[in-house]
T-cell receptor
Protein backbone atom coordinates (compact mmCIF):
# COMPACT_ATOMS: atom_id res chain seq x y z
CA UNK A 1 0.00 0.00 0.00
CA UNK A 2 1.55 3.30 -1.07
CA UNK A 3 2.11 5.88 1.64
CA UNK A 4 1.49 9.61 1.58
CA UNK A 5 3.35 11.13 -1.34
CA UNK A 6 4.51 14.72 -1.34
CA UNK A 7 6.03 16.61 -4.22
CA UNK A 8 8.37 18.26 -4.70
CA UNK A 9 10.66 16.99 -1.95
CA UNK A 10 13.00 19.96 -2.09
CA UNK A 11 12.65 23.40 -3.55
CA UNK A 12 14.35 26.76 -3.37
CA UNK A 13 12.49 30.01 -3.91
CA UNK A 14 13.25 33.67 -3.46
CA UNK A 15 11.37 36.19 -1.36
CA UNK A 16 8.16 37.40 -2.95
CA UNK A 17 7.65 34.32 -5.08
CA UNK A 18 4.87 31.83 -4.56
CA UNK A 19 5.00 28.07 -4.21
CA UNK A 20 2.57 25.19 -4.59
CA UNK A 21 3.10 21.90 -2.80
CA UNK A 22 1.24 18.71 -3.59
CA UNK A 23 0.12 15.81 -1.45
CA UNK A 24 -1.39 12.50 -2.49
CA UNK A 25 -2.91 10.73 0.52
CA UNK A 26 -3.09 7.03 1.10
CA UNK A 27 -5.75 5.48 -1.08
CA UNK A 28 -9.12 5.69 0.66
CA UNK A 29 -8.09 8.44 3.07
CA UNK A 30 -10.37 11.44 2.89
CA UNK A 31 -8.77 13.71 5.47
CA UNK A 32 -5.60 15.59 4.58
CA UNK A 33 -3.79 17.87 7.03
CA UNK A 34 -0.82 20.15 6.49
CA UNK A 35 1.80 21.01 9.07
CA UNK A 36 4.83 23.29 9.05
CA UNK A 37 7.91 22.06 10.90
CA UNK A 38 10.74 24.39 11.88
CA UNK A 39 13.55 23.87 14.41
CA UNK A 40 12.33 26.70 16.62
CA UNK A 41 8.56 26.22 16.54
CA UNK A 42 8.30 22.50 15.92
CA UNK A 43 5.25 21.17 14.12
CA UNK A 44 2.48 23.71 13.62
CA UNK A 45 -0.93 22.96 12.18
CA UNK A 46 -1.81 24.80 8.98
CA UNK A 47 -5.15 23.39 7.84
CA UNK A 48 -7.13 20.23 7.31
CA UNK A 49 -9.37 19.21 4.44
CA UNK A 50 -12.05 16.56 4.43
CA UNK A 51 -14.10 15.74 1.35
CA UNK A 52 -12.88 18.87 -0.45
CA UNK A 53 -13.88 21.18 2.42
CA UNK A 54 -11.53 22.97 4.76
CA UNK A 55 -12.61 21.66 8.13
CA UNK A 56 -9.97 23.17 10.41
CA UNK A 57 -7.52 26.02 10.10
CA UNK A 58 -4.48 26.97 12.16
CA UNK A 59 -3.13 30.40 12.99
CA UNK A 60 -1.26 31.20 9.82
CA UNK A 61 -1.66 34.32 7.66
CA UNK A 62 -3.82 34.31 4.57
CA UNK A 63 -0.73 33.87 2.39
CA UNK A 64 -1.07 30.20 3.24
CA UNK A 65 -3.92 28.50 1.46
CA UNK A 66 -4.90 25.06 0.37
CA UNK A 67 -7.43 22.98 -1.43
CA UNK A 68 -8.48 19.41 -1.85
CA UNK A 69 -9.65 17.75 -5.01
CA UNK A 70 -12.35 15.13 -5.49
CA UNK A 71 -9.73 12.37 -5.50
CA UNK A 72 -8.57 13.60 -2.05
CA UNK A 73 -5.28 14.91 -3.39
CA UNK A 74 -4.41 18.22 -1.79
CA UNK A 75 -2.31 21.22 -2.61
CA UNK A 76 -1.10 24.04 -0.45
CA UNK A 77 0.03 27.38 -1.74
CA UNK A 78 2.16 30.04 -0.12
CA UNK A 79 2.17 33.42 -1.78
CA UNK A 80 4.59 36.31 -1.32
CA UNK A 81 7.20 34.10 0.29
CA UNK A 82 9.14 35.38 3.29
CA UNK A 83 12.43 34.13 4.70
CA UNK A 84 10.55 32.79 7.70
CA UNK A 85 8.55 30.44 5.48
CA UNK A 86 11.62 28.25 5.10
CA UNK A 87 10.53 24.99 6.66
CA UNK A 88 9.60 21.38 6.15
CA UNK A 89 5.97 21.15 5.09
CA UNK A 90 4.39 17.88 6.09
CA UNK A 91 1.18 16.45 4.77
CA UNK A 92 -0.71 13.82 6.75
CA UNK A 93 -3.69 11.73 5.78
CA UNK A 94 -6.23 9.87 7.85
CA UNK A 95 -8.98 7.41 6.99
CA UNK A 96 -11.40 7.81 9.83
CA UNK A 97 -13.79 10.69 10.05
CA UNK A 98 -14.24 13.11 12.91
CA UNK A 99 -14.62 11.76 16.37
CA UNK A 100 -13.43 8.29 15.64
CA UNK A 101 -9.74 8.74 16.28
CA UNK A 102 -7.35 7.08 13.92
CA UNK A 103 -3.75 7.47 13.00
CA UNK A 104 -2.28 10.32 11.03
CA UNK A 105 0.08 9.06 8.36
CA UNK A 106 2.72 11.61 7.44
CA UNK A 107 4.48 12.03 4.15
CA UNK A 108 8.21 12.63 3.89
CA UNK A 109 7.63 16.34 3.52
CA UNK A 110 8.55 19.12 1.13
CA UNK A 111 11.54 21.11 2.28
CA UNK A 112 11.21 24.73 1.23
CA UNK A 113 14.12 27.14 1.36
CA UNK A 114 13.42 30.82 0.80
CA UNK A 115 16.40 32.97 -0.13
CA UNK B 1 3.70 30.31 26.83
CA UNK B 2 3.69 27.30 24.52
CA UNK B 3 0.49 25.31 24.53
CA UNK B 4 2.25 21.95 24.74
CA UNK B 5 5.48 21.81 26.71
CA UNK B 6 8.11 19.12 26.63
CA UNK B 7 11.63 18.96 27.97
CA UNK B 8 13.77 19.24 24.84
CA UNK B 9 16.45 16.95 26.27
CA UNK B 10 18.57 15.28 25.24
CA UNK B 11 17.48 12.53 27.57
CA UNK B 12 20.03 9.76 27.84
CA UNK B 13 18.92 6.36 29.11
CA UNK B 14 20.94 3.14 29.34
CA UNK B 15 19.82 0.24 27.20
CA UNK B 16 17.32 -1.93 29.03
CA UNK B 17 16.22 0.84 31.40
CA UNK B 18 12.92 2.71 31.48
CA UNK B 19 12.70 5.98 29.58
CA UNK B 20 10.19 8.47 30.93
CA UNK B 21 8.98 11.29 28.71
CA UNK B 22 6.72 14.04 29.99
CA UNK B 23 4.39 16.59 28.47
CA UNK B 24 2.12 19.29 29.86
CA UNK B 25 -0.57 21.17 27.98
CA UNK B 26 -2.35 24.42 28.69
CA UNK B 27 -5.73 24.02 26.98
CA UNK B 28 -8.19 22.34 29.35
CA UNK B 29 -10.42 21.68 26.34
CA UNK B 30 -7.91 19.18 24.97
CA UNK B 31 -9.59 15.85 24.44
CA UNK B 32 -7.23 13.51 22.63
CA UNK B 33 -3.56 12.92 23.24
CA UNK B 34 -0.87 11.38 21.09
CA UNK B 35 2.78 10.42 21.15
CA UNK B 36 4.67 10.45 17.88
CA UNK B 37 8.22 9.31 17.26
CA UNK B 38 10.39 11.07 14.72
CA UNK B 39 13.73 9.71 13.63
CA UNK B 40 16.24 12.23 12.33
CA UNK B 41 15.38 13.19 8.77
CA UNK B 42 12.16 11.20 8.80
CA UNK B 43 8.51 12.04 9.26
CA UNK B 44 6.63 11.48 12.52
CA UNK B 45 4.96 8.14 13.18
CA UNK B 46 2.30 7.39 15.77
CA UNK B 47 3.39 5.46 18.86
CA UNK B 48 0.38 5.75 21.15
CA UNK B 49 -2.88 7.59 21.58
CA UNK B 50 -4.87 8.00 24.78
CA UNK B 51 -8.26 9.56 25.31
CA UNK B 52 -9.17 8.97 28.96
CA UNK B 53 -7.44 9.36 32.31
CA UNK B 54 -5.21 6.55 33.43
CA UNK B 55 -2.70 4.27 31.81
CA UNK B 56 -2.71 2.63 28.41
CA UNK B 57 -0.18 -0.06 27.59
CA UNK B 58 0.97 -1.28 24.20
CA UNK B 59 3.94 -3.61 24.24
CA UNK B 60 6.92 -1.80 25.74
CA UNK B 61 5.08 1.53 25.70
CA UNK B 62 2.75 2.95 28.33
CA UNK B 63 0.96 6.26 27.98
CA UNK B 64 -0.37 7.99 31.08
CA UNK B 65 -2.92 10.78 31.12
CA UNK B 66 -3.98 13.04 33.98
CA UNK B 67 -6.42 15.63 32.71
CA UNK B 68 -6.75 17.33 36.11
CA UNK B 69 -3.01 18.02 36.11
CA UNK B 70 -2.95 18.54 32.33
CA UNK B 71 -0.15 16.04 32.08
CA UNK B 72 0.68 13.25 29.64
CA UNK B 73 3.61 10.91 29.85
CA UNK B 74 5.15 8.09 27.87
CA UNK B 75 7.12 5.27 29.45
CA UNK B 76 9.33 3.06 27.34
CA UNK B 77 10.36 -0.16 29.09
CA UNK B 78 13.42 -2.20 28.17
CA UNK B 79 14.76 0.68 26.08
CA UNK B 80 16.53 -0.30 22.87
CA UNK B 81 19.01 1.68 20.76
CA UNK B 82 16.33 1.76 18.05
CA UNK B 83 14.21 3.86 20.43
CA UNK B 84 16.68 6.73 20.01
CA UNK B 85 14.59 9.43 18.35
CA UNK B 86 12.68 12.62 19.07
CA UNK B 87 9.33 12.01 20.78
CA UNK B 88 6.56 14.47 20.07
CA UNK B 89 3.57 14.97 22.31
CA UNK B 90 0.43 16.19 20.54
CA UNK B 91 -3.05 17.15 21.68
CA UNK B 92 -6.33 17.65 19.83
CA UNK B 93 -9.45 19.54 20.85
CA UNK B 94 -11.56 16.88 19.14
CA UNK B 95 -12.99 14.06 21.21
CA UNK B 96 -11.52 10.79 19.95
CA UNK B 97 -10.06 12.79 17.08
CA UNK B 98 -6.72 13.45 15.47
CA UNK B 99 -7.63 16.80 13.95
CA UNK B 100 -5.91 20.12 14.49
CA UNK B 101 -3.07 18.68 16.52
CA UNK B 102 -0.93 20.98 18.64
CA UNK B 103 2.54 19.52 18.99
CA UNK B 104 5.23 20.07 21.57
CA UNK B 105 8.71 20.71 20.25
CA UNK B 106 9.78 17.22 21.21
CA UNK B 107 12.16 15.44 23.55
CA UNK B 108 15.29 13.96 22.03
CA UNK B 109 15.90 10.53 23.52
CA UNK B 110 19.21 8.71 23.25
CA UNK B 111 19.53 5.10 24.37
CA UNK B 112 23.07 4.30 25.40
CA UNK B 113 24.19 0.72 24.56
Amino acid sequence: KAGVTQTPRYLIKTRGQQVTLSCSPISGHRSVSWYQQTPGQGLQFLFEYFSETQRNKGNFPGRFSGRQFSNSRSEMNVSTLELGDSALYLCASSFLSRGTGGELFFGEGSRLTVL
Amino acid sequence: QKEVEQNSGPLSVPEGAIASLNCTYSDRGSQSFFWYRQYSGKSPELIMFIYSNGDKEDGRFTAQLNKASQYVSLLIRDSQPSDSATYLCAVSPINFGNEKLTFGTGTRLTIIP
